[in-house]
């Protein structure tokens, strides 16, 4: 059966991109604009990895990740923030909120296939 | 010209230039979102077109079976509605005929040995691989416009309130500095065009 992978950015083409990337490799994808709406996208549903912008309106992707990493049923659930942000300090930011990993844009295809591979197991 | 009248002056000049700009910021605002969301929708639409794509991409990826008479027509068909749209950006419409372009080359010759034509399947996935980092430039100019947009939205709420304490250059400056995400934002607000870092490529596992 196919992973899940919940897909979290405010732009619809990025979330296009990712998605075409993913199910070319044979992942499901759920998407949602926001954190907010990605949490009530969850809703106890099986998600096996999320992909995660860190600037968002109404949720930005820090604190989805703590939000997510605060429900029992995701705690576990590996983040890899996909984002154009690229200062340490900001990647601070995100591991200590509980992202297993930090992917710049322009991502390659290869790129996000292998880092999604590794962290969905 | 007494001291006082030369103060009046120059307050009424000082208020005419507010006028104006608290005039010009909105229509400068509402223009920069109308060209970030037409782009926003035109390569979303033109991604739209590449998913229905990618099944021929396989056919050409896989000469089992193929059918490659179709494969261009079919590539066409799907590219045809983001070829239309007037706002497609100038590279992305060239990097759609480029792909159109070696879809036609490729399928030209067949059938023909294995050789050449996984050549240009490779070529073809190459070129694919760059149209998809390509389309992500969408959302690294929407964000560059996002920013300047509420700087803007910023500048006019600071202008429309006079009892407010004027904003000082430095602090605004170092203000927006802090909100960029990109290496280029910090380059070209510094106004150097001299290398400096590139955001990094590779991804760090924590």
């Known amino acids: 059966m196919a992973k899940t992978i919940l897909v979290i950015d405010d732009s619809a083409s990025l979330r296009q991109v990712v998605k075409m990337a993913l199910t070319g490799a044979g992942y499901n994808v759920i998407e949602a604009g926001d954190g907010q709406a990605a949490l009530a996208l969850l809703d106890g549903r099986q998600v096996n990895m999320a992909v995660c912008d860190v600037n968002m309106p109404i949720m930005n992707g820090i604190e989805f990740v703590k939000a997510a990493k605060a429900l029992a049923a995701y705690k576990f659930m590996p983040i890899l923030m996909l984002t154009t942000e690229s200062q340490e300090e900001k990647k601070e930011q995100g591991k200590a909120a509980g992202a297993k990993a930090w992917m710049v844009k322009p991502f390659s295809p290869t790129q996000l296939v292998n880092a999604v591979s590794k962290l969905c197991v | ?206």
Request: glycine residues 4%; hydrophobic residues 40%; proline residues 6%.
């Open chain 2, 1 to 206: 010209m007494p001291q006082a009248l030369d103060t009046l002056v120059d307050a009424q000049a000082a208020q005419a230039v507010l006028g104006l700009c608290a005039g010009i910021l909105p229509v400068w605002v509402r223009q920069l979102e109308l060209s970030r969301t037409q782009s926003e929708a035109a390569v979303t639409q033109m991604m739209q077109a590449f998913a229905g794509l990618a099944p021929q991409l396989n056919l050409l990826q896989n000469p089992a079976g193929q059918d490659m008479a179709n494969l261009v027509p079919a590539c066409e068909h799907a590219f045809a509605p983001a070829l239309r749209n007037g706002d497609l950006p100038q590279d992305a419409r060239a990097a759609i005929e480029q792909v159109l372009h070696m879809l036609r080359d490729a399928c030209a010759g067949a059938p023909r040995s294995r050789e050449p034509e996984t050549a240009a399947a490779q070529a073809l996935t190459d070129q694919i691989d760059r149209m998809y980092q390509g389309f992500q430039y969408q959302d690294r100019i929407s964000q560059m416009i996002a920013l300047l947009e509420a700087d803007m939205n910023r500048l006019k709420d600071a202008i429309g309130n006079p009892s407010a304490s004027t904003p000082q250059l430095d602090a605004w400056l170092s203000r927006l500095e802090s909100q960029y995400a990109m290496q280029e934002q910090r380059r070209t607000h510094a106004d150097a065009h001299d290398g400096g870092p590139d955001d990094p490529k590779e991804t760090t596992f924590f």
